[in-house]
C-alpha cells in the first residue's frame, strides 16, 4: 500500500463553473505543499481532485452488473468474465486498492491544509466566500474519505487503516484493522461531519458561487446520512454480523429512517423512475448525490445493439434478471409473448425482441437467432436482451451522423434505495413485514409499497398478511429490479451470503415460418466459490508487507 508521505501528485481543478454547473477535473501538475496552498484555485483544485476518486459504474465492458446474475457480457475477451470463470485470483485481484490514494490525498489535506487563514490575500474582493468554502473542505473531504474506507471494507472485510500521513516504510507495514472497527469510524465520521455540511449549495450566505447556479457535484448532509444509514445496512447484514445481532439491524433501519425523514424535510421524493438517467439526471427528484461524470458516449457504443454502426452489444441482461419483473396482474407471464403485462420498470430497463431501441436504430430489434441484431452475429446478446437503463437512446454513434457525447451523472445515493434499505433492516429487526412499532414509523411492506407504487409504475401493493417468508423472497425481488444497474446487486448476494449462484438464465428466441416466435430458456454455468464474498488483496501488496494476511482462500500456495 503506497502511503507515501509527501510526493503526491496534484491534478488541479478549475473552479466549479457556474456556466455549466458542473464539477471540472482537467490535469495540473507537481507541486509542493507550499505551492499547493497558498492559493485558493490550486486548493480548491486538490479537493477537487479528491472527488475524482469517487466510483461509478455507467455500464461499460467492466461493469460489474456483469459480474453477477443481473447481466452477460457480450464481449468475450472483457476481463469482467474473470469474476464468473474462474480466472479471478490474487495474482488477477479486481484490484480496489487504488481508493487508497484518494485516502492520502485527505490525509495529506488535513495535515497541510489545517488552520490555513490566507492571509495574504486577505484583501481580494471574494476573500470571505473563498473562506466560507476553504472551511468547508475539511469536512468535505473526511466524508469522502469515510466512503472511500466504506468501498474497501465492503471489498475486502478487514483492511489497513489510518488516518495519518505514513512513510513508505510504515505503509508497507501496517496491519489489517477489524472491519467492525472501520465501520465504527464511518459511523461516527457521518455524525462529525453532517451538521457542517450544507442541506444544498444554493443560496449560501457569502458564498459567491451559490445563487441560481451553485456548485453541484459535492457531497452535502444529506450524503452524510445515507453513507451512514448504507454502511450500517452493510454491517448489519450476514456477512458482517453471523451472530445475527438484532441491534445492528435496529440500528440500520434507524439510520434509513432518518434519511428519509430528510427527504421529506427538503423536498426530496420519489419521481418518474425514467428521470433516474439521461442528461439531466442529477437533478431528478429523488436524488441525494450523484458523482458527475461529464459528456461522453462511452455507455452508448459500449451496450446498443450489435447491428448498428460502432455498437458493442456489452451488458446483457439476463433471463435471471427479467423474471425478477413481475406480471402487473399477479399471474403468470404468456408463454407465447412473455414480456406484456410485466411491471412498467421492465420496459425502461431492458430493450427486447421487436423494440424500438435505441432512436437511431432504423428498424425494430431482431434479438432472434438469425437476427439483424442476434446470434450467430459476433458479440450479439448472448441473453437475448439489450440494457436501456443509464444509456442515453438520443444519442447516435454512427460515423456519419453521430451526436457526440452527452452528460452522464451516476447516482450514488437516492431516495428508493432507503426506503428498500429501512424495508430490509426493519424486517430483519422486528422479524415481521406487518409491525410498526413508536420508534419506526412504517412497516416493512409499507416501505416496499413506496417504491412499488412510485409515479408511472403504480405495481399492485404487496398485501396485507404476508408471510415473512413471502415477504423477503419478493423484497429481494423488488430490490433487483428496482436498482437494476446502479451497482447494487453484485454487494448485494455477497452481503447476504447468498452468491452461490451457479448459472444464469438466458432467452433462445427462434422465428417461425408464421412470423411468430418460440422462446426456450436455457442457462450458462458460472464458476463460484465462497471465498469470492471478499476480493483478494493484490499479491503485490502481500509481498511488499509481511504483516498484511490474504483472505481465506486466496492465499497463492
Not at 473526511?142 to 471494507?153: P, Q
Not at 454512427?398 to 451523472?409: I, W
Request: include cysteine; hydrophobic fraction near 35%.
Amino acid at each position: 500500500m503506497k502511503l507515501r508521505n509527501i510526493y503526491i501528485g496534484i491534478i488541479c481543478a478549475v473552479s466549479l463553473s457556474a456556466c455549466n454547473d458542473k464539477m471540472d477535473y482537467h490535469e495540473y501538475t507537481n507541486y509542493d505543499n507550499t505551492h499547493v496552498f497558498s492559493d485558493f484555485g490550486r486548493t480548491a483544485g486538490f479537493v477537487n481532485n479528491i472527488y475524482s476518486y469517487l466510483d461509478y459504474d455507467l455500464p461499460s465492458i467492466n461493469s460489474l452488473a456483469s459480474a453477477c446474475d443481473e447481466a452477460e457480457m457480450a464481449v468475450t475477451w472483457s476481463s469482467v468474465l474473470d469474476y464468473t470463470n474462474g480466472n479471478w485470483t490474487a495474482m488477477n485481484p479486481k484490484s480496489q486498492w487504488g481508493i487508497y490514494s484518494g485516502i492520502r490525498a485527505v490525509n495529506y489535506f488535513l495535515k497541510e491544509a489545517k488552520d490555513l487563514d490566507f492571509y495574504d490575500l486577505r484583501f481580494t474582493q471574494d476573500y470571505q466566500a473563498q473562506m466560507t468554502r476553504f472551511n468547508r473542505y475539511q469536512y468535505e473531504v473526511r466524508l469522502l474519505r469515510a466512503y472511500f474506507y466504506f468501498r474497501l471494507v465492503r471489498a475486502y472485510g478487514d483492511v489497513p487503516f489510518t488516518t495519518e500521513i505514513l512513510t513508505e516504510a510504515e505503509a508497507n507495514s501496517i496491519k489489517r484493522t477489524s472491519a467492525s472497527e472501520i465501520f465504527d469510524f464511518i459511523i461516527s465520521e457521518c455524525d462529525a461531519v453532517a451538521s457542517e455540511l450544507p442541506v444544498s449549495y444554493k443560496n449560501l450566505e457569502g458564498d459567491a458561487a451559490s445563487g441560481d447556479n451553485p456548485e453541484t457535484g459535492r457531497v452535502n448532509r444529506g450524503t452524510a446520512l445515507a453513507l451512514k444509514a448504507r454502511a450500517a445496512l452493510y454491517r448489519a447484514s450476514k456477512l458482517f454480523n453471523e451472530s445475527g445481532d438484532k441491534e445492528l439491524w435496529r440500528q440500520a433501519a434507524l439510520f434509513s429512517q432518518d434519511v428519509i425523514d430528510y427527504c421529506m424535510e427538503n423536498g426530496i421524493v420519489l419521481g418518474k423512475y425514467t428521470d433516474l438517467w439521461g442528461t439531466n439526471n442529477y437533478q431528478a427528484a429523488e436524488v441525494i448525490f450523484a458523482r458527475r461524470v461529464g459528456d461522453t458516449s462511452s455507455p452508448e457504443y459500449d451496450n446498443f445493439p450489435i447491428g448498428m454502426e460502432n455498437a458493442n452489444s456489452g451488458n446483457c441482461p439476463t433471463q435471471t434478471l427479467v423474471d425478477a419483473y413481475e406480471m402487473k396482474n399477479g399471474g403468470e407471464p404468456d408463454p407465447a409473448n412473455p414480456y406484456e403485462g410485466r411491471d412498467p420498470r421492465f420496459k425502461m430497463t431492458i430493450a427486447c425482441n421487436g423494440d424500438k431501441w435505441p432512436d437511431s436504430n432504423p428498424n425494430p430489434l431482431e434479438t432472434y437467432i438469425g437476427g439483424r441484431n442476434g446470434a450467430p452475429i459476433s458479440y450479439a446478446t448472448p441473453t437475448g436482451y439489450y440494457l436501456k437503463k443509464y444509456l442515453d437512446g438520443s444519442i447516435d454513434i454512427s460515423a456519419g451522423s453521430g451526436t457526440g457525447g452527452k452528460r452522464h451523472s451516476w447516482i450514488t445515493f437516492r431516495l428508493g434505495e432507503f426506503y428498500l434499505n429501512y424495508a430490509e433492516a426493519v424486517f430483519q429487526y422486528l422479524g415481521s413485514a406487518e409491525m410498526a412499532t413508536d420508534e419506526f414509523f412504517l412497516t416493512a411492506r409499507d416501505a416496499v409499497n413506496k417504491i412499488r407504487t412510485r409515479t408511472g409504475v403504480n405495481m399492485p401493493v404487496l398485501p396485507k398478511g404476508i408471510s415473512g417468508d413471502e415477504f423477503w423472497k419478493r423484497y429481494k425481488r423488488e430490490r433487483m429490479v428496482e436498482l437494476a444497474f446502479e451497482g447494487h446487486r453484485f454487494w448485494d448476494i455477497r452481503r447476504w451470503k447468498e452468491g452461490g449462484v451457479t448459472s444464469i438464465a438466458r432467452m433462445e428466441i427462434t422465428k417461425l415460418g408464421d412470423d411468430s416466435f418460440a422462446y426456450k430458456k436455457t442457462t450458462k454455468p458460472l464458476t463460484w466459490d465462497d471465498r469470492m464474498y471478499f476480493y483478494p488483496i493484490p499479491d503485490s501488496e502481500i509481498r511488499k508487507n509481511k504483516n498484511l494476511t490474504q483472505n481465506p482462500g486466496w492465499e497463492i500456495k
